[in-house]
């Protein structure tokens, strides 16, 4: 049972303009969301994430929305750049858990 | 942030061999994980710890075991290699809200 779904495996976006990358889950137990970011051989790292009191969060270039009733939460990256091609997972988590539970992932490719 | 530090960055073992994939924590948090990633597939949970010598396991333990003698060190053995266990395998460090990964450990078995 997937609780954490990204639908889309790939995306591909010109340089400059807006990445949007989506999230769906199932469990309404999680109020906590985080995204990582993954180059090839190396470990995914924190990008950005977000509580379920709140409905965005903003981090420079990062911005997470959270849609509650949706279940649904995206991140956005404008202006996209180079550097940020690498396979994008959220996660999800319930306070007082022990363990995140991730998505299957999605490859950005910023092209030039 | 913890640092995380997996023994190997690549690994190239036979089928049949015993593996040992070490991951080891800087700081003193209990939660310790061990992921595979596969294109596709996303992150898929094999084993964790929330304590010394308590093991639990993930979505995918066939074929792997785990050792935990000490906080700070999770180890992921398999038992016997086999070419499906061809991946990237990942070790974490899991807060209530945040998780830290190694550098993770591309293991082929030919």
């Known amino acids: 049972d997937q609780q954490v779904k990204q639908n889309s495996p790939s995306l591909s976006v010109q340089e400059g303009r807006i990445s949007i990358l989506n999230c769906d889950y199932t469990n309404s137990m999680f109020d906590y969301f985080l995204w990582y970011k993954k180059y090839p051989a190396e470990g995914p790292t924190f990008l950005i994430s977000i509580s379920s009191i709140k409905d965005k969060n903003e981090d420079g270039r990062f911005t997470v929305f959270l849609n509650k009733s949706a279940k649904h939460l995206s991140l956005h990256i404008v202006p996209s750049q180079p550097g940020d091609s690498a396979v994008y997972f959220c996660?999800?988590?319930?306070?007082?858990?022990?363990?995140?539970?991730f998505g299957q992932g999605t490859r950005l490719t910023i092209n030039p | 942030d913890v640092k995380v530090t997996q023994s190997s960055r690549y690994l190239v073992k036979r089928t049949g061999e015993k593996v040992f994939l070490e991951c080891v924590q800087d700081?003193?948090?209990?939660?310790m994980f061990w992921y595979r990633q596969d294109p596709g597939l996303g992150l898929r949970l094999i084993y964790f710890?929330?304590?010394?010598?308590?093991?639990e396991k993930g979505d995918i333990p066939e074929g792997y075991s785990v050792s935990r003698e000490k906080k700070e060190r999770f180890s992921l053995i398999l038992e016997s290699a086999s070419t499906n266990q061809t991946s990237m395998y990942l070790c974490a460090v899991e807060g209530n809200t945040e998780a830290f990964f190694g550098q993770g450990t591309r293991l082929t078995v030919v």
């Open positions: 700081m003193d948090h209990e939660n």
């Open positions: 996660a999800a988590a319930t306070q007082g858990a022990q363990k995140l539970v």
């Open positions: 710890s929330y304590d010394v010598k308590m093991k």
